[in-house]
Each structure stands twice: as C-alpha cells, then as structure tokens.
C-alpha cells in the first residue's frame, strides 16, 4: 500500500507539472508554481524529484520499477515475459492516459525533453535485453538486441498512436503486435530447427527450392 | 572534394578533443584547448561546432547524412537499401576507427554524453523509418518500426563488440547480420504470401499441421 501510495502522490505531482506546463510553457513554469499547485513544500518537491525535468517522466520511472519487478519473477519463457512487460507497462499509460497525453503534448515542444523521453525509452530496451540475456546466457546476442529493440519499438509506436491520434488500442492489440516480433534470429543457431521463408504465393516451385535451398546454406 | 575536405577537417578536432578529453577527462578541457590542438582559432571551433559536447560525435553527423544522401538515391528494395545505409555507416566508423574508440572510453565516463549518444543513435532509426515509410507508403507502420529499430540495434550491437571487445567484424558480417532482421511482420497483410513457421526438427506431422494453420488463420 505504501507503494500505491507513493504512486498515486507522485502521479498528483506528474499531473499538476504537465497541467502548467501545458497551461504557461515548460520555461515558464517554476518548482515553486508546480508545488503550489500540488499542494506540497519545496522541499517534499525535492524529496520526490531531483530537478523540474524529471517531473516529467516520473510516472516512466514507476512503470520502469514494476516491469523490472515482473521480470525478476519466475517465467516459464523468457521471450513472452518480456512482451508481458511491454503490455503491463501499456497498461500503466492507459491508466493514466491523461498525464500521458499531456506529456506527449509537452514533450513535442521542448527539444530537451523530446532527448529525454528517448533517453527514457531507451531504459526499457535494455532492461529488455539484459533481462533476456541473464534468463538465457546461451541466447544469441543479436537475437537478444533485435527482440529487445522491436519490443520496445512496437509498444512505443503503438502507445504513440493511442496517445496522439487517439486510436483505440487495447493490451490485446498490444500483446499480438508483440507475438509477431521475430524471435527468429535465434533460431538458425540450433541444429534442431527448420529454417524458414516466406514467398510470394506465385513464387514458381523450383524458385521456391532455389530460395529454400539458399536460405538453408547460408545458415 | 570539399565535402572530403570538410570530413577531414572536422574529423581533425573531433580526434585532437577525444584525446584531450581522454588524458584530461572531459569536464576538465575547454574549447580554448582542443583549438589549441587542433590549430584552429576558437571561432573556427565555433563555425563548425555548437558546443564541446557536439564535437564528440561530430562523425555521426557526418555519417548521418551520407546514409540520408544514400537513401535519397533510387533502390530497388527499400529494406535492402536501410541495411545498405547500415553497413554505410558501419564502415564510416571503421575508417576512424581510433576516434570511435576513444569516444567509447570518453562516452562511458560521462552520463551527459552516454544519453546523448543514445539520442545520436535514435536519429538512425527515425531515418530509417522516414525512408521505409516514404519508399513503401502501403508498408504496415509495425513492420516499419520494428525492422528501422532492429537494423540500428543490430548495427549498434556489433559497432560496440568491434570497439570495446576488439572483435573483428567486417562489413560483410555485419551485412549478413542485417540480412537476418525479420521483414516478416510486413508479410501476413498481403495475401498474395505464403506464411512460413518454423519448428523443431522431431515435430510430429500432425502439430506441424496444427502450428501451421494456427499461424495462417492469425494473419
């Protein structure tokens, strides 16, 4: 509860941030207005957050703590725990899609915080990755850095969707966007597997042969 | 010749500050020291870089917008011509491969410059995304997004083992990297393709049947 607590005040603060930001311009807005409006001290505001620009992404730091949280639990497939990340943390957004949508607004104006909000979004990538290469030391790096990097990609594009052009998009939708990311780079590295490939359905059998038989050589 | 000539030029101080800030760490030298070494008066320094900051990936610049000139030109397959880009600038930083070297060892020391490199890096990736969507306006967004954020995280992933670990890559392992990057999400919008799955060795016939038809129905 302390922790939903936490949440929740934090949320409050992120809130009234983006509502003046919006409202009178990043520059124009002090820590004194944010913590007015707030309703907390100076100084609680500097408990909470080290500078005005973090405010801003506070709630990413929150959704970042819970999906370090359920990848340091027991998964039976490593791959599919990191889509269930990326879907939990959708689900955060969603609920608080309003502090999100205002961000993405305020975000776009000032070129210091678009740098941040890619800094920030690059963290779940390599949570992503690192959470990946420890549940499977024997994973093959690019296989790793490619999930990773399409995972993240997939939910930011998807996440900037619902916010910006306010389409519908649920945790279902999320989850199989994320079920098509390629795992595939894995694959060729085990003697186990069958390669695959993809062709135009009038492909001529014999060039379907040729470009299985190439595939299968390369590998 | 005066693009070559500028390359050289700018690739002159970007060598003489990565040296400085490496025996003198970063904080510690000033404009004024790396015109010093390079030979250039400090309002040279200023004519061709905003701050101190910008001089450390000064190469990016360079390397960002032969990629962007090498889009621009006319390809028969937009996917082959972003890995093309890719390996483009794989090779820039193999030419300068002290610089990028030391940059690596400056990099790591400082957090200012680590998140600006991953604002650096993220510029490859949004110009890959605006080439795929410009060059193929009916490609599904997701395939865009995924492949332009696998492909920069593929080339980043080897750009690093050659420079931290010493590893030998060549551009030729680096394109056949790339060539393995999944285009597959593009594949299930069109019906004129045939899905392929893949799946181990000792799958019995009929789960093979199964796997199969589930993935056909799902796209």
């Known amino acids: 509860m302390a922790g939903d ?5 934090r949320l409050t ?32 505001f500097f408990r909470q957050f080290r500078a005005k620009e973090d ?17 340091a639990g ?8 990191v889509c269930d990340a990326a879907v939990l943390v959708y689900d955060g957004f969603t609920q608080w899609r309003d502090v999100a949508r205002s961000r993405y607004d305020v975000v776009r104006e000032v070129a210091a915080l678009r740098d941040r909000e890619i800094v920030t979004i690059f963290r779940y990538e390599r ?3 690192d959470y990946l290469r420890s549940a499977m030391p024997d994973a093959p ?15 930011n594009f998807l996440l900037r969707r619902m916010l910006r052009d306010g389409v519908r998009i649920t945790s279902s939708d999320v989850r199989s966007a994320l ?26 059998p014999r060039r379907v042969a040729q470009l299985l038989q190439q595939k299968l050589e390369r590998s």
């Open 5 to 9: 607590d936490s949440t929740r005040f």
């Open 13 to 44: 603060v992120v809130g009234e941030a983006l509502r003046l930001f919006s409202e009178k311009g990043y520059e124009a807005t002090t820590v004194d207005d944010i913590a007015r409006a707030a309703g907390i001290s100076r100084r609680t």
């Open 55 to 71: 405010v801003v992404f506070a709630d990413h730091e929150i959704l970042l703590a819970r999906a370090a949280d359920f990848l």
């Open 74 to 81: 027991s998964h039976d497939d490593p791959w599919d725990a």
């Open 127 to 129: 949570l992503f990755a």
């Open 141 to 155: 790096d690019l296989a790793v850095v490619q999930f990773a990097a399409s995972v993240t990609a997939t939910h």
């Open 179 to 204: 079920a098509d990311v390629s795992r595939g780079a894995a694959e060729p590295e085990s003697d186990d597997d069958v390669i695959v490939a993809v062709f135009p359905r009038g492909t001529a």
